[in-house]
């Protein structure tokens, strides 16, 4: 049979990661779904828009045998993470790229959407809708916006016009605000549901996430030593979608990608994300534990 295709679609980022276990650079956004995806044994590709600074990097995931399509820019999407304040993390813009052309002529069983900065708009997700048959979209970089240098966020207006037609749509507790005025998390996934996406997944971090499709339900997250978060929510939104493409299972697919979250944050950039045969047996743990509560 052969591999299922997936593209992730949207920037690569330069980033500097600041926590309590200290600071280092590397290579996020788009990288965390296509080496998540690689990892699971789907044909993996990625289109990103930069520079030279990225040359090796997509060499390196070339080498793991991820499809890269660089869009020629003058700059890379730059910048950097402060987790070590305390409350919520501080983001800084340094540089950003012009909008993705996306003017590729393959089509995918799954394309994951994960802008970071103003490089995707609404003509390029209806495109991705018609190359896949599975559309996922994270909010972040549909929300942003730089004040001062600091990375905030302004309220999506025209969400319909992001939303409709896309499978899975995904936000977390930071984003929550900038995309629906409701509190109680039960009434901000059936809001952003009646937008468009069949499927919310609205991840708080270390209390785990709610999933909304054909019934609300919570999972808690599986507990590990936090070291960094950056690109958790890329992996979990990308496992479950891969998950749920083969099994049409919410509950399922929520729990491996709780699993296959758990390691991410384990460690610094992709480097704990794994394969297969290991976010299965940490699920199988997490799918035991649910039954004897239930």
Known sequence: MPEKKILALGNIDKTTNITKAGRETLFGGTTYTAITARKLGLDSSLLTRGNDELKGWLAFLGNMGIRTILEPDKSTLTVTNDYSLGGEW????????????????????????????????????QRARKKSKLLSLEVAGLVRQVRNGIVTGNFLKNREEYFEGVDIVHFNERERRFVSREIEPRKICEDIQSSGPRIVLYTVGADGSFVFGREFNKFPAFKVVEVDPTGAGDV????????????????????????????????????????REIVEERAKMLIESRREVE
């Open 90 to 125: 501080v983001q800084r813009l340094l540089a950003k790229t012009g909008r993705i052309r996306f003017d590729i002529e393959d089509s995918f069983d799954i394309i994951h959407v994960n802008p970071l900065y103003k490089e995707v708009d609404t003509k390029i997700i």
């Open 236 to 275: 979990f939104t990308t496992s479950f979608g891969i998950n749920y493409f083969e099994t049409a299972d919410e509950w399922k697919s929520a729990l491996f990608a709780t699993a296959a979250a758990s390691f991410k944050i384990e460690n610094f950039g992709s480097r704990n994300i794994q394969s």
